[in-house]
């Protein structure tokens, strides 16, 4: 079997290699400042005796499944914290593939390309359901590609790449899909910390015995190198879940765990807010640039990446390398999310340099 490796690391290997100053918008890598506490508990836990350099529970120091459990109103045997939501994607699309209730997963097209290569690992068929030009999702269109082979439909809101927020109404009928067909509703929440519309809406507000939550802090606290993240599950789904975690990794990092912790416990809304207020401003900043150089693109209600397309310049992999060659910016190509964005590319507002970005575009497309 071959599998689908996403092409996120080969762009920023290529846009690093490069023998000119480029502006770097391939990742997700946050470049803003973690919160302090985060750095203070990385600290102290140098000093801590040696009993906690070894193993943590498997599923998660208890004290982090608590505290996320408390924020998110569930019971804390539901929540395994993991590897990155990474993981946690990986255990809620196993989970439902082993209840032997179909086969197919349900993606959208765009997708985040680590979803449709998931579901090859699986074993598992990718089948997509075309989002609106905003990324908007039609409920109605999911429906109709669910069916009994369903096993499991995989939603991202706030979206990446479209940046879409998905209204409540929304999330409540992916909810009922799922129910409807005997299937898993996969709720990626990602990015709920950097919602720009005031609208998102989690899958937990459903009660559901078929939707998985799963979700992490490498963007709400800027340290995707940290690897920290959780799933909530349906108590009756929880306990093979757990197995599997254990099985491929043993347990997460117990350090990382612990600064997380810490930072959760001791950080106020400001941090976040003074985050949303910089991706604003930075969205604000890149797309007036956009605009002035006749681009297309989306405006983002959440997450931070913006899609583009410039004519006659269809988002390949050999056009974003010579974008990084030849403007010195470095994006994503559009191909890479599916079919439906292969003429656009996908640049993370991840830099101070937006608005210089887009004026190098322009300047290259003029
Ligand atoms: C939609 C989505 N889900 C999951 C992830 C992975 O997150 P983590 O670093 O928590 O594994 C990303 C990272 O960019 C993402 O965009």
Not at 337 to 353: C, K, N
């Amino acid at each position: 079997m071959e599998y689908e490796t996403p092409l996120f690391f080969r762009v920023m290997a290529y846009a690093a290699d490069a023998d000119r100053d480029v502006i770097d918008m391939v990742s997700g890598n946050p470049d803003w400042e973690p919160p302090a506490t985060l750095r203070e508990g990385l600290r102290e836990y140098a000093d801590f005796d040696a009993d906690r350099f070894q193993y943590p529970p498997s599923e998660g120091l208890v004290e982090l499944r608590e505290e996320i459990a408390a924020r998110r109103g569930v019971d804390v045997e539901q929540v395994v914290v993991t590897n990155g939501t990474g993981e946690a994607n990986y255990l809620a699309m196993a989970r439902a593939m082993e209840r032997d209730a179909g086969s197919e997963i349900v993606l959208t097209d765009p997708v985040y390309p680590y979803y449709p290569g998931k579901t090859t690992i699986l074993g598992g068929e990718q089948r997509f359901v075309a989002a609106a030009s905003d990324g908007r999702l039609d409920p109605a269109d999911v429906r109709e590609a669910a069916s009994e082979e369903t096993a499991a439909i995989v939603a991202n809101s706030p979206n990446n790449p479209t940046g879409a927020v998905y209204p409540a109404e929304t999330v409540r009928e992916l909810v009922a899909i799922a129910e409807e067909n005997d299937a898993i509703l996969v709720s990626d929440e990602v990015y709920d910390h950097y919602d720009l519309s005031g609208r998102f809406a989690s899958a937990l507000a459903v009660d559901s015995a078929h939707r998985i939550v799963t979700s992490g802090f490498s963007k709400s606290l800027a340290i995707t190198g940290f690897r920290v993240g959780y799933a909530i599950f349906p108590p009756d789904l929880v306990a093979n879940a757990k197995s599997r975690h254990m099985l491929v990794n043993v347990a997460g990092s117990r350090p990382a765990q612990y600064a997380v912790l810490r930072a959760l416990r001791e950080t106020g809304p400001d941090y976040y807010e003074a985050n949303r207020e910089l991706l604003r401003d930075r969205v604000d900043a890149f797309t007036n640039a956009l605009d002035a150089a006749g681009a297309d693109y989306t405006r983002p209600e959440g997450a931070f990446y913006v899609m583009a397309r410039f004519e006659g310049y269809p988002g390949t992999l050999e056009n974003v390398e010579r974008l990084i060659d030849e403007a010195g910016v470095a994006g994503m190509p559009g191909e890479a999310f599916g079919a439906s964005r292969e003429e656009w590319l996908r640049f993370a507002l991840v830099t101070p340099r937006v608005e210089e970005a887009a004026d190098r575009l322009a300047a290259y497309f003029e």
